[in-house]
Structures are given as structure tokens and as C-alpha cells.
């Protein structure tokens, strides 16, 4: 019922900066975690950031200086802004949503964006 849209990757040159966007289509009522994870080449995903309903943010510590996640106003979009790039950043990055209520309903799940990839030159 819901799906995640992505935007904003592409190819960067390091030191550059990138804006990943992330919306969730379908009739949400609430979300408790929003965030985003990314997989290098040949690595397993793991977590970048994530942002609680609440507004507390958490990051990596490889990125913890450099990027900022945020939500927007209806509580349904999530961005990354990713500053000082570099070229260990390359990755498919994944954004995410838990514990999502869906109006009309009362189970909680998580859902997961399709990946775009970013990509940062030397």
C-alpha cells in the first residue's frame, strides 16, 4: 500500500555535495523511524542516518560530520544531505521507513525504497 520514491542520486565529484530525497505515497497516518541506509560495492548494507518521529536524529560515524537527515513538514519525506563527499561513499543507498501505520488500519510495517545509486569520482 505504500511505496517509497527516491531522488537525487547520481554521479559527484569528491568534495562535492548531493540531496537525496525520499517520499512515501499512500495513506500514512503515522511513521515512528525514517531513515537511510546505503551498500558499497560487495559490502552488506548498513545504517547512515535516521531521524524518530520525535526529531532525534542518529548518524554513522563515518558520516556523522557531513551529512544531515531531516523530514518535511507532513512527516512523510525524508532527505539526506550529503556534504564533503568522498569517494568511499559510493554506494546504493536505500531509504526507509519503520513502523508505519497506514490509515484504516492498526498493524505497523516497514518499507524500503527501490536504491539509487550514488556515485563519487576522485
Known amino acids: 500500500q505504500v511505496q517509497l520514491v527516491e531522488s537525487g542520486g547520481g554521479l559527484v565529484q569528491a568534495g562535492g555535495s548531493l540531496r537525496l530525497s525520499c517520499a512515501a505515497s499512500?495513506?500514512?497516518?503515522?511513521?515512528?523511524?525514517m531513515g537511510w541506509y546505503r551498500q558499497p560495492p560487495g559490502e552488506q548494507r548498513e545504517l547512515v542516518a535516521r531521524i524518530t518521529d520525535g526529531g532525534d536524529t542518529s548518524y554513522a560515524e563515518s558520516v556523522k560530520d557531513r551529512f544531515i537527515i531531516s523530514s518535511g513538514n507532513a512527516e512523510n519525506k525524508v532527505y539526506l544531505g550529503m556534504n564533503s563527499l568522498k569517494p568511499e561513499d559510493t554506494a546504493v543507498y536505500y531509504c526507509?521507513?519503520?513502523?508505519?501505520?497506514?490509515?484504516?488500519?492498526?498493524?505497523?510495517?516497514?518499507?524500503w525504497g527501490q536504491g539509487t545509486q550514488v556515485t563519487v569520482s576522485s
Open positions: 526507509y521507513f519503520g513502523g508505519v501505520r497506514v490509515r484504516s488500519a492498526w498493524i505497523l510495517s516497514d518499507y
Open positions: 499512500g495513506s500514512i497516518a503515522s511513521i515512528s523511524v
